[in-house]
């Protein structure tokens, strides 16, 4: 029903001053939309994401609402895509964030304290989730100790990490 709501406001909603321009920090003049949900956006993206609000109205929600994008027969296979874009995705980048981390890389100190803030919340939603299972009866061991733990160590490495950032010196301080 979210969804739902959602695309309803990127649709239907009004106000703003309407469309107007303004100048860039490079000098361009661009048209800013200026109506309703979208009306910081330019021209060019409202109509986008007012077309992507349509095909979630007209198109996904029905297809949710009749179960027929994840059939009952594989609901329980649906982790498997969080598992594999995990594996696949995250975890690549895990490594190579750390490798620019340890390197003193200015990508490795822009990308490590996200991933550790990201990594944070999420095992404190797997956590969450164990502890659900397990108040449904379903067995959670060894994942009620590792996750956690896990968990813990990502959120004392993030705030290591905040703790130890510095101010650059400035030349012309």
Same mark, same amino acid.
């Given at each position: 029903? %979210?969804? =739902?709501?959602?695309? !309803? &406001?990127?649709?239907?909603? !009004? ?29 060019? /993206? ?17 297809? &949710?609402?009749?179960?027929? =994008? #994840? ?9 498997? #895509? ?14 190579? !964030? ?21 990594? !944070? ?8 989730? =164990? ?8 067995? /959670?061991?060894?994942?009620?100790? @590792?996750?956690?733990?896990?968990? @813990?160590?990502? @959120?004392?490495?993030? =705030? %290591? #990490?905040?703790?130890? #950032? ?8």
């Amino acid at each position: 029903m %979210l969804a =739902v709501v959602a695309a !309803s &406001l990127g649709i239907f909603s !009004s106000g703003g001053p309407g469309r107007y321009n303004i100048e860039t920090v490079r000098g361009e003049t661009v048209t800013v939309y200026g109506i309703g949900l979208y009306k910081h956006m330019s021209q060019d /993206v409202a109509p986008q994401g007012i077309a992507q609000d349509y095909i979630t109205l007209l198109v996904a929600v029905p297809l &949710l609402l009749d179960g027929s =994008v #994840i059939p009952g027969q594989v609901e329980h296979y649906t982790t498997l #895509i969080v598992q594999g874009l995990d594996l696949g995705l995250l975890l690549p980048l895990s490594f190579v !964030s750390g490798v620019l981390f340890i390197k003193r890389t200015p990508f490795g100190y822009l990308f490590t304290p996200v991933y550790f803030i990201f990594l !944070s919340i999420l095992m404190a939603a797997l956590t969450a989730k =164990v502890v659900a299972m397990g108040m449904l009866g379903q067995s /959670v061991m060894p994942a009620i100790m @590792i996750i956690p733990f896990f968990g @813990i160590a990502a @959120i004392i490495c993030s =705030v %290591l #990490i905040f703790k130890n #950032i510095r101010e650059p010196a400035h030349e012309y301080s």
